[in-house]
């Protein structure tokens, strides 16, 4: 029968730049406390996180789920203290791939991501029904996409940087029809 050894450790040197105070370790799963109250469990390799963990920073931030060389990861959860919480692919600790951003006015985003920004194809639902799908660049609309407003009305065609640019059609929740050429958000004719 194997046994199971349970070890505290108290050592200070400088853990991801912050104080390490206190490592509680327990086999495969290590629980580290830092100076600023911030604590991780999970797998290490060396003094790295590395594998899956949950880290909960003093803020009251928490992510839960993959690292690598001390960097969030692969697939994993962060919910900040505000309310919003993203779960979807990390690398190099910012977002990057397909992922799923709730946001704490009731705001929700379904698509992809690169650098921490919307980028990609995705959907953006807001709390009042609003919604946009199609593509994005650098956290907002670009590129072709469908926009429909809590009205009925619905724009679909060309975005550059959040605004309606190139062709498309716009229909008005009265049923007027404009289609053709818009500039900066405004229908210039075709």
Request: proline content about 1%; overall charge positive; hydrophobic content about 30%.
């Amino acid at each position: 029968m194997k046994k199971k050894f349970s070890h505290v450790i108290t050592v200070v040197f400088i853990f991801s730049g912050m104080f390490l105070t206190r490592c509680d370790l327990d086999q495969d799963v290590k629980t580290i406390t830092f100076k600023d109250g911030s604590k991780y469990t999970g797998q290490l390799k060396g003094a790295m996180k590395q594998g899956f963990g949950k880290y909960a920073w003093s803020n009251g931030d928490v992510y839960e789920g993959e690292w690598n060389n001390d960097a969030m990861q692969g697939k994993g959860a962060f919910a900040w203290a505000n309310g919003d919480r993203y779960e979807g692919r990390w690398s190099s600790g910012r977002r990057q791939g397909k992922g799923i951003m709730k946001y704490a006015d009731g705001a929700l985003y379904d698509g992809e991501w690169n650098n921490n920004e919307r980028s990609g194809q995705g959907t953006m639902t807001k709390s009042n029904g609003e919604k946009y799908t199609g593509q994005w660049q650098s956290g907002v609309a670009n590129g072709y996409g469908v926009h429909v407003w809590p009205d009925g009305s619905k724009y679909e065609g060309e975005w550059k940087d959040g605004k309606r640019q190139g062709q498309g059609v716009m229909t008005g929740a009265d049923g007027i029809v404009e289609r053709g050429k818009f500039l900066n958000d405004v229908f210039v004719g075709k």
